[in-house]
């Protein structure tokens, strides 16, 4: 699925250079979940960037099912977002304009799907995170964890291969975090899904069954047999 | 989805989209107010010029008289008749002179005029001045003095005494007009308000047009007479001058008034009246009098509208250079502030965007929203204004501010003349009061929608252009 090979990302900051990732290499399987650790600014969310196609690598190659994404267009790389990537970010960000249904419907929008399939599709999307009855909802009329099963629906509407979780339940509280946690791992499961999931969160990373820990931009991955 | 959005985002930033639509409705408000304004300059100085010229007339002809000898110009004279002793001393006496001031023509200057290329029309007219005296003149006696009674004879002074006259004068200006001609002349500046004008068989006819003013001041209907030099004329119809001064009070053929002046007025005219084929051949028309007529002095309506000054010529001055930059002013400051703001309301939504790119969502979809935000405030924003405008032009029409314009001073000034432009020019603070009125046109609304489409577009590029450059990944790192 996916083939990370000596993936660098570097920034400048003013005359201050930062070496977000260093010579990474990293291999994903079609239905692996990986768990990704390490501390604020070690580089986890751009590695998810760089899984994502929201951002290139200075150096090296990411490779999505034998496509380098480093080397696609701007407009390719929308394509691969639009239909094979879902992304949970940890502040939900919803458009607080646009109802729970509308908010899942904007995933489908790039795709060319017509308004009437749109609504039925986002449909049945919300009522598989259990939010159902909260169609019309907008946004600051659902809980934290309501607005978090929304972004998680708008992220598999289009029933992508890969799902990225940036910190999904970072904002949560404990019953809200194992109930989303619930939720995706049910998904992952029943969906076969690639999930690739960032998380400061020690619980979750130690039911997860591969562990990357990456710090100043490098990486270790573990695998966890007990999970 | 993009009508659902976008409305719920005009909604959500309610207060920032008011601020861009009021500030787009006041520069296309004030350009509005200040083009009908301008326009309803343009048709008081057209109404002005209008009363002074004559529909259809674009250029007059006239010859200034040459410079006066020395001691000064000749005053003009008119003769009473005496009687001889014993007759009647009750006198009625009919003076018809043309106007001073300017040398009649040869009849053969509007051949010669008409014959210039671009020109559609030109007919000849002569201004005369009729002066009626009656009354009674009572001659004076010889008479001698006469001694005190105890006083010493001596040589007797002789005097003349007792003598006296009793006179009413009644003065009337008289114009003779080409009535085969009648979309061009002094009478085309008049509508026949009663009874009907000259036809091409008037040439030697006892008919007389009266200006309703004149009219209605000497109680004269149609089918009443007016007497110039000795003969009736049969009133044929009255006249109604658009606005303002009309050019004379009686128009007569002007065959018969050349042949009733006193002065042997035969073949002579004092103004030819000209018009061109079209409005843009005025120039060359006027450049080729000039040159091929000689001693001839042209006058357009652009050079009677430079010697109008009063009230209407600073509302004008106002409205066309002030009016204009500000207007053009306040549109720009509206466009940048629209433009600034919807600049500002992209950047408030980085995550938005940056998370709707991270969906799939392309550059031009984002772009496309921003500018239908956009370009919405500006329609909205246009349809206020145009509310404005027409507000701003009706109070202005219902104000309806009098404007006054004078026209001409003593000097006369090139274009003088027997005729209307003589008459406009030769008196000193003559004046044409108009009331203003702002009519707003159907061009000035489609220039309001397009100001308003524009500052839209002009906005939503500010703002297109903000989110276009927008990186998804940096959008969401600066979230983090």
Redesign the interface.
Known sequence: MYRLSGVSKRYRRGKQTIDALDGIDLTIDQGDKLVVQGPTGGGKSTLLQMLGGLDKPTAGSVELDGTDLAKLSEARLTKVRASTIGFVFQSWNLIPTLNARENVEAALVPLGVRAKERRRRAAGALESVGLGERLTHLPSELSGGQQQRVAIARAIVKEPKVLLADEPTGNLDEDMRDEIMAVLESLWRERGLTFVMVTHDSSIARKAPRLAVIRKGHIKVSENTRA | ?FF??LR??L??RRKAAVVVALGLALGIGLVITVASVSTGMRDAQDEVLHSLYGVGTDLTVTKEKAEAEEGGAKPQRFSIGGGADGEDTKRTDDNLMPLGGFENLDDSVVDQVRQQDGVAAAVGALALTDMQFKGEFKPGEIKQDQPEPGEKPKERRMFVGGGGADVDVDSFTVTGVDVTESGVGPLSSSKISGGSGFTASDTNALKAVVDSAYAKDKDLQVGDTVTIKGKKFEVSGIATADTGASVSNVYIPLKRAQDLADVDMKGKVSTVYVKADSSDDIGAVKSAIDKNVDGATVTSSADLAEQVSGNLSTASDLANNIGKWLSIAVLIAAFLVAGLLTMSAVSRRV??F??????????G?VVRQVMGEAFVNGIIGGALGIALGVGGAWLVSTVAPTLTATTGGEQGGPGGGPGPIGKALRSANESVEIALHAPVTLDVIVLAVVLAAAGGIIAGCFGGWRAARL???DA??R??
């Open positions: 989805m659902t959005y719920r985002e909604r959500r995550r938005e940056g998370t709707l790119k991270a969906v799939g969502w392309r550059s979809r990186r998804p990944a969401l790192r979230v983090e």
